[in-house]
C-alpha cells in the first residue's frame, strides 16, 4: 500500500541561478545551471521516497526526451509510476530562474496536451492518503469524490487559483493553500480575513506565507508556526517539499503541531540549495535540522 499518491502535474526543470531578473532587451549569463525533474505532484512524490515513505505518482508525460528523462528519474527515486499516462502531446517543461535573495521567477510550458479524462486510472490498492495539485482537473475531481467514499483523506496543494484548485478546495479533508491563493480565492491581502474564508469551505486549512511562516484554522482551534530560518537559495520547491511532507505525516498520523513543524522543516530545508528535487531533503536531514522530529 502507498502511504501517499500525488495527483496532477510533472514538468521537466530548467534552473538557473542569475545575479539579477533580466530587463527589457538584457542578456544575462548564469552563474549555474540545474536540470531535473519537477512539478508539485511528482515534486512530492519524491520528497516523500526521499522520507522514507512508498508514495505513487499519477499523472502525464509525452512520449518524448522530457517525458524519457522525467519518468527514468522518478522511477530511479522509487516512485510507483504505474499510474503515470503517457502520449503524444509533449511533456511540460519549465524555465526557471533564481535569484540571490531565494525568490524565484518560472515560465512553464504545457503544449497542447489535454487534461486527463475522469476515467483515465483506475486505482487497484488505496492509498493511506491522496495529494492533488489541481493541474489534472477532470481526473483529480473524480478521484476526489472516490477518496471520501473510500475514507481516504485528502489534500490540495493550492498553489495558485486555477480550475482544479477552484474545484478541489471545497472537497478535500485539508486545504493547503499559498498567499498567492489566498489573496486571488479571497480578493484580500488581509491573511486573517483569507483565512476565515477559507475555513468556512474546508475544516482543515493552512495558508503557507514564506518566510513569515504559516497560519492555520481547524475545528479545534487556530494558529500560526514561524518559518524555521535558514540562508535561502532558491524557493522552487519549497512548497512542493511542505505539502509531500504534510500529506506524508498524515499517514503517519501525527499530532497537529508536530505535523506542520515537520513540514515547515522540509519547506525551509528545500530553499537552501538550487533547484526543486534536487534540494529535497533526505529523512537524515530532517532529523538534523529539527533535533528530532519523527519520520518514517
Request: proline fraction near 5%; aromatic fraction near 6%; charged fraction near 20%.
Amino acid at each position: 500500500m502507498l502511504d501517499l499518491l500525488c495527483i496532477g502535474h510533472a514538468s521537466f526543470d530548467i534552473t538557473m541561478a542569475t545575479a539579477a531578473h533580466p530587463g527589457p532587451d538584457e542578456k544575462l549569463f548564469a552563474d549555474s545551471m540545474m536540470l531535473s525533474g519537477g512539478g508539485p505532484a511528482a515534486n512530492a512524490a519524491v520528497c516523500v521516497r526521499r522520507l522514507g515513505g512508498k508514495a505513487g505518482f499519477c499523472g502525464y508525460l509525452g512520449n518524448d526526451l522530457f517525458g524519457d528523462l522525467h519518468i527514468r528519474e522518478l522511477e530511479n527515486e522509487g516512485v510507483d509510476c504505474s499510474l503515470l499516462v503517457r502520449g503524444s502531446g509533449p511533456s511540460p517543461v519549465s524555465q526557471i530562474l533564481a535569484k540571490p535573495d531565494g525568490t524565484r521567477s518560472l515560465v512553464n510550458f504545457k503544449g497542447n496536451a489535454p487534461w486527463l479524462a475522469a476515467n483515465a486510472v483506475s486505482i487497484p490498492t488505496p492509498p493511506k492518503v491522496i495529494l492533488f495539485d489541481g493541474h489534472e482537473p477532470l481526473l483529480s475531481v473524480h478521484l476526489c469524490h472516490w477518496a471520501a467514499e473510500q475514507g481516504i483523506p485528502t489534500v490540495l496543494d493550492a498553489g495558485s487559483l486555477h480550475r482544479g484548485t477552484e474545484e478541489l478546495a471545497g472537497m478535500v479533508d485539508y486545504l493547503v493553500a499559498s498567499e498567492k491563493f489566498a489573496r486571488q480565492w479571497c480578493d484580500t491581502v488581509d491573511m486573517t480575513r483569507a483565512l476565515d474564508e477559507l475555513a468556512a469551505i474546508s475544516e482543515n486549512v493552512i495558508i503557507t506565507l514564506g518566510e513569515r511562516g504559516l497560519i492555520w484554522a481547524r475545528e479545534r482551534g487556530r494558529g500560526m508556526l514561524p518559518a524555521f530560518k535558514v540562508e535561502a537559495i532558491d524557493s522552487t520547491g519549497a512548497g512542493d517539499g511542505f505539502h509531500g511532507a504534510f500529506a506524508y505525516g498524515l499517514s503517519l498520523d501525527m499530532a497537529w503541531e508536530e505535523l506542520l513543524r515537520y513540514a515547515s522543516a522540509v519547506g525551509a530545508l528545500t530553499c537552501t540549495r538550487l533547484g526543486a528535487r534536487p534540494a529535497l531533503p533526505e529523512a537524515i536531514d530532517v532529523m538534523r535540522f529539527t533535533g528530532g522530529v519523527r519520520n518514517g
